[in-house]
């Protein structure tokens, strides 16, 4: 661990690798995904050219290029090909369906789009190729690879011996990467993170976080959604760590034993997958570890105790971000791992807490600093940035005297029922405190006499409001934070990032109430 420098983050991410792999060591194997053949970081560097050069006789320099690959080695080698030749990787998210990708390339102007044979064939994605080629020319990588020939390979060795006479210079304040958030409770916006704002949040984790290089971590996320990317990807290998990178989290039964057969030190996921794989898991699978990080929802209380009694004393550390800021805005310690709140800001973020009318105890979370996004992409073209350089998280929060996080819900995630605000949130843990190996989301629906009242969807299909209200009454929490009317369903719609899809949801809560149901 060490103290966060943030003018020795304004650098390229190019330049951040060549630098990493300059003091890791250029033969350390740093880079792995399910084939099982390492790359060092010299093999990194050289492919990257390799790759690149073909990619570069395709498009322009700072054009957006379209990436829609798999958690990989290939994909990561994609992405700093487009970086060695200042092409800007577009990352698309492939679960989002055919409208929000196509509105995605839209909006950053992509006019070509990477991606493999493989892949669309394993993931039977040709109907999103189908609409994608309406409006941009799909690339398949093998494809490109197989035309990269014994000039392309001499170029690769020369460039790899002299890596910053080859590269193409990058500003740190040049976009790194253009990504999209979740779409949790409406439309994907375009965010423009820069080369800077990714180098400053690995800087920044590293100073929270002691790591260490001997270390590997195994990233089953997408790297289409930030916290895959950074976490998962620029983080080992601008550290010296080897990064495992598997294309689906999905795959609870497998997981676990490559966890262990890799030997994986850090596991990146959210709280439903880390769930899935701990029940899947045999004893001593995941009991190696040196941490579990969760981000993107909430961590149940339900799975600390059920990694405690499988596994023993591996920290499960909650942490917080947004994809504006690049994404970590905090996050727990292996050795200060404070239930129920996600951590301690990292350093160089700075906060203020707005007041939120109706909610005590708290304030709307603004954060500024240099993990903090260039902007959103304007609909017309341009980039629109943050006032001030602040980001309006549209999280409730409090902040303890030294900077610890706890989440008291979303600003869109308070109903006003019967003239006071009820955190959605908050009825969300009491259903899972009641049940919880279940899962749960609460919405809210109009009401004429109340204003709002609260619905809760829940796959456990014995689930009765007289329970909710009975531990509601033994434990003092208010009777209006009780969801009256409880939907059963055999499963909770969830995004690729395994964050609630609240607008699915509440599509399935309009149908059931429009029903009479």
């Keep these: 661990m060490r103290s966060f420098d943030a003018p020795k983050a304004q650098v390229s991410l190019f330049d951040a690798l060549l630098a990493a792999a300059r003091t890791h060591g250029l033969k350390k194997p740093i880079l792995e995904d399910q084939e099982r ?8 560097i050289r492919a990257s050219f390799a790759l690149g050069r073909k990619i570069a006789g395709l498009t322009e320099r700072g054009e957006h290029v379209g990436v829609m690959l798999p958690s990989s080695a290939g994909a990561v080698v994609t992405f700093f090909a487009l970086h060695a030749f200042g092409r800007v990787p577009t990352m698309l998210n492939f679960t989002s369906g055919i409208r929000n990708l196509k509105a995605a390339c839209a909006l950053a102007g992509v006019k070509r789009v990477l991606t493999s044979h493989r892949f669309v064939e394993q993931g039977k994605l040709h109907d999103l190729i189908d609409a994608l080629e309406t409006i941009a020319e799909v690339t398949y990588l093998e494809d490109v690879r197989r035309t990269i020939g014994l000039p392309d390979k001499l170029f690769a060795l020369a460039a790899g011996a002299l890596p910053y006479r080859f590269r193409t210079p990058t500003s740190p304040s040049d976009p790194g990467v253009i990504l999209f958030t979740s779409g949790s409770f409406g439309a994907p916006r375009g965010v423009v993170l820069t080369n800077a704002n990714l180098v400053s949040n690995v800087r920044q984790i590293s100073a929270h976080i002691a790591l260490d290089p001997a270390w590997t971590f195994f990233n089953p996320l997408p790297i289409f959604h930030v916290f895959g990317l950074t976490g998962g990807v620029l983080l080992p290998l601008l550290e010296g760590m080897k990064a495992f990178e598997y294309p689906s989290p999905l795959h609870a039964k497998v997981i676990p034993g490559l966890v262990k057969d890799c030997g994986a030190s850090v596991l990146l996921a ?3 997958f880390v769930n899935q794989y701990a029940r899947a898991s045999e004893s001593d699978e ?7 990080v969760c981000g993107a929802e909430r961590v149940r209380e339900e799975t600390h105790r059920l990694i405690a009694d499988r596994f023993g004393p591996v920290p499960l550390l909650e942490g917080y971000g947004a994809t504006e800021a690049s994404p970590v805005i905090a996050v727990n310690k292996p050795d200060d791992n404070r239930h129920g709140t996600v951590g301690g800001l990292l350093p160089g973020v700075e906060y203020r807490l707005d007041p939120v009318p109706g909610i005590p105890g708290g304030g709307r979370l603004m954060v500024r600093g240099p993990n903090i996004m260039a902007g959103y992409l304007a609909p017309g073209g341009g980039i ?5 350089g602040w980001h309006d998280t549209g999280d409730v929060v409090s902040v303890s005297d030294d900077r610890w996080v706890k989440i008291l819900g979303r600003v869109k995630r308070f109903a006003k029922v019967g003239g006071e605000m009820v955190s959605l949130t908050a009825a969300e843990d009491l259903a899972s405190t009641v049940w919880p190996e279940c899962r749960h ?12 009242r609260l619905v809760l969807v829940t796959d456990r299909r014995d689930a009765d409001p007289a329970a909710l209200l009975a531990h509601a009454q033994a434990i003092g929490a208010p009777e209006i934070a009780v969801p009256r009317r409880i939907i059963r369903t055999g ?6 990032t395994g964050k609630t899809d609240y607008v699915a949801l509440q599509r399935i809560v309009d149908a059931e109430l429009g029903r009479g149901a």
């Design 384 to 388: 629109e940035p943050p006032a001030g």
């Design 441 to 452: 989301a609460v919405v809210a629906v109009a009401d004429p006499k109340k204003g709002e």
């Design 270 to 272: 959210t709280d439903t």
């Design 491 to 496: 499963e909770i719609p969830v995004l690729g």
């Design 37 to 44: 053949k390492p790359l060092t970081y010299l093999e990194l």
């Design 286 to 292: 995941l009991a190696h570890l040196q941490f579990v």
